[in-house]
C-alpha cells in the first residue's frame, strides 16, 4: 500500500513550504496471498496430522481418503508455487515503484533547470530478496 506513505520534498521557490508526493501503487495482494495461503497450509497439515495419529484405522480402512488427502496436497502444492511467484513478482513491483530514479522523476521540483537531485544511498532489499527465495 505505496499510496499511503507521503514524502516531504522541497518547493525550492520563494515560499520555503514543502509540497507531498505519494508513490503510486497498492502491492499487499500478492503478500496476503502468500500468507493466507501458508495459514492454510499450517491448519490442514495439523487437521492431517491428527487423522494420521488418533484416527489411523479410519485412515487406513477407507480408500477414498488417501486419494483425497494426496489431492488437497497437490492442490496446496501447486497453490504454493503460484503464491511464491506472486510474492516475487510483488517485490519487484515495489523495487521498481521505489526505485530512487523513478522517485525523483515523479517530483516535479527536479526536473527544473540548474536543479542537481541526488538520491544519495541505494536502498537495502536483500532481506526482501531471502524473502522470495525462502
Known amino acids: 500500500r505505496l499510496y499511503q506513505i507521503p514524502f ?5 521557490k520563494e515560499e520555503s513550504e514543502a509540497r507531498t508526493l505519494y508513490l ?3 502491492f499487499s495482494a500478492p503478500a496476503e496471498f502468500f500468507v493466507t495461503l501458508g495459514v492454510f ?5 495439523m487437521a492431517a496430522l491428527v487423522l494420521y495419529l488418533r ?5 487406513t480402512e477407507n480408500t477414498k481418503l488417501p486419494f483425497t488427502d494426496f489431492c488437497v496436497t497437490v492442490c496446496f502444492a501447486f497453490f504454493w508455487l503460484v503464491a511464491a511467484a506472486a510474492w516475487g513478482k510483488g517485490l519487484s ?3 521498481a515503484a521505489t526505485r530512487p ?8 521540483v527536479c526536473q527544473e533547470e540548474k536543479v542537481h537531485c ?3 544511498t541505494t536502498p ?7 524473502s522470495v527465495v525462502r
Do not use: R, T
Open 8 to 12: 516531504g520534498m522541497p518547493n525550492c
Open 24 to 26: 503510486v501503487g497498492d
Open 41 to 45: 497450509s499450517f491448519l490442514y497439515s
Open 55 to 59: 484416527f489411523h484405522s479410519l485412515y
Open 93 to 95: 513491483d515495489v523495487k
Open 101 to 108: 530514479s523513478a522517485l525523483i522523476s515523479a517530483m516535479g
Open 118 to 120: 541526488n538520491a544519495g
Open 124 to 130: 537495502a532489499m536483500g532481506l526482501a530478496n531471502i
